[in-house]
């Protein structure tokens, strides 16, 4: 019997492109193992960014599908990590994945937050000097695990044209000084810039959408 070669897949390949698919598909139980490990892994911030990993990692997403399930549990209400959870369970195994995936994600930290309470909250003083230090610690590296997903999600962003035009590119622009220098309010922004996109995207006969 020969070995299951793991071949990494490229993560940072063209983002359409399908990734090779390792064993496991993505059942109920799997998608409720894979999200325990993203949760697990988050513990200090990130779940976005360790989805991506663990779904592109395993074949069950591009980074294209990613980042548009990505958009979508951003612009939903509610926690990003467990919106994008039941969204990608919802997309991978219909209901039963969705409820299966966000169960998944939510009982580490629930286990997590309850030994905290019950272990440090009521201590005088305060969390210890040396626990302070690794939260600082585990928030610097949450900054860098989601530097990594930045580049791929702005990347698939910057790849959307509208004929000739780079509306992708503008509209990322846009949007970045719109929140990012000039502070302006995150829903007026969103309103406007979703319109535009939907505008100069729109389809039209012969054309079937850029990617």
């Known amino acids: 019997m020969t070995a299951t070669q793991s071949t990494p897949p490229p993560l940072e390949d063209d983002p359409t492109s399908p990734v090779p698919h390792l064993p496991g598909a993505p059942t109920t139980l799997n998608l409720a193992r894979a999200f325990v490990g993203v949760a697990l892994a988050g513990i200090g911030?990130?779940?976005?960014?360790?989805?991506?990993r663990a779904m592109l990692r395993r074949g069950w997403l591009t980074d294209?599908?990613?980042?548009?399930?990505?958009?979508?549990a951003q612009l939903t209400p509610g926690p990003n990590g467990v919106n994008l959870a039941a969204m990608i369970g919802a997309r991978l195994g219909g209901k039963r994945g969705a409820l299966a995936s966000t169960v998944g994600?939510?009982?580490?930290?629930?286990?997590a937050m309850t030994a905290v309470t019950v272990l440090l909250l009521g201590l005088p003083g305060g969390l210890p000097p040396a626990l302070?230090?690794?939260?600082?610690?585990?928030?610097?590296a949450a900054l860098a695990?989601?530097?990594?997903?930045?580049?791929?999600?702005?990347?698939?962003?910057?790849?959307?044209?509208?004929?000739?035009?780079?509306?992708?590119a503008a509209v990322t622009v846009?949007?970045?000084?719109?929140?990012?220098?000039?502070?302006?309010?995150?829903?007026?922004?969103?309103a406007v810039l979703v319109g535009v996109g939907l505008?100069?995207?729109?389809?039209s006969k012969g054309s079937h959408g850029d990617t």
Do not use: K, N, Y
Request: proline share 8%.
């Open 45 to 52: 911030g990130g779940i976005p960014a360790h989805t991506r």
């Open 64 to 72: 294209l599908q990613f980042a548009e399930t990505f958009t979508l």
């Open 105 to 111: 994600v939510l009982t580490p930290g629930l286990i």
């Open 132 to 140: 302070q230090s690794a939260l600082r610690g585990a928030a610097c």
């Open 145 to 168: 695990v989601i530097l990594t997903m930045v580049g791929p999600i702005v990347r698939v962003g910057w790849s959307v044209t509208a004929g000739r035009l780079p509306i992708g």
């Open 174 to 190: 846009l949007t970045f000084v719109a929140l990012g220098v000039l502070r302006l309010d995150l829903l007026p922004v969103l």
């Open 199 to 203: 505008v100069a995207h729109r389809p």
